[in-house]
């Protein structure tokens, strides 16, 4: 018994991995986190899937919809728009990560 719910844990876990290519045309998988809503926008926020995911940073992609069936992520050059929407992230998420400013 305890293994198919060890099976539906890492089922679960799966389905919140995405893959998307670097500018280098490699495959990079990322932990999807959530989706934030800030000015009229939406945006993913991703943690990479590394070995060492204690110090791992989050990737904050911009969604912008290709037609009806794809859409594309895009990286945000303003840093304002980052810190907002990790700002709302932190606070959405205070009770389940554990937040360090790097300086």
Known sequence: MDDDRINDLDDEELSNIIILSDENGEDVQFEFLDLIEYDSEEYVVLLPAMEDEDDGEVVILKVEDMDSEEESYVSVDDEE?????????????KDEFNFTDEG
């Not at 810190?83 to 992230?89: A, Q, S, T």
Request: glycine share 0%; charged share 40%.
């Open 81 to 93: 728009v980052l810190n907002k929407v990790f700002e709302i992230f932190k606070e959405k998420f």
